[in-house]
């Protein structure tokens, strides 16, 4: 899927980049957080020793900032991005991901807002058209 990224978007990526040192492969700006995919290996040097660097973005910024670890492969990426499935399905560009029930409302986030950017990064990242919890 080709992504079009608007003036402030980019803007945010390359603020981002110049605080961290780390190279951002997408971004979305929600109304609370901003979320950022950074490149593979690189999640480390984006947070900074005890989290410095977010902290420091996130003052710049006045918002929470996520950071997410990209991976070639689907699998992985969505391991890095929910850390708490434990079992993951790909048919059909459907994604389904088994979690337990604790662990449900902290997979969602406050409002859907993680659940809900972690599939549109699926969708332009992967083609993935549907993310199921299970």
């Known amino acids: 899927m080709k992504v079009t990224l608007d003036t ?18 997408d971004c979305l700006d929600n109304i609370e957080d901003i979320y950022f995919v950074v490149r593979e290996n690189q999640y480390g ?12 973005a996130e003052r710049l910024m006045k918002k929470d ?25 790909i048919e059909d560009a459907v994604v389904t991901v088994r979690i337990k029930k604790m662990d449900r409302a902290r997979v969602i986030g406050k409002n859907g807002t993680k659940i809900k950017a972690i599939s549109k990064f699926l969708e332009r990242l992967f083609d993935v058209k549907m993310l199921k919890l299970k």
Request: net charge positive; charged share 20%.
């Open 8 to 25: 402030r978007t980019l803007q945010l990526i390359n603020m981002f980049q110049t605080i961290t040192g780390s190279d951002v492969t």
């Open 45 to 56: 040097l984006a947070v900074g020793k005890s989290g410095v660097k977010i902290r420091h």
């Open 65 to 89: 900032i996520r950071v997410l670890e990209y991976s070639p492969h689907v699998k992985t990426f969505i391991t890095n991005a929910i850390p708490e499935a434990q079992e993951i399905t």
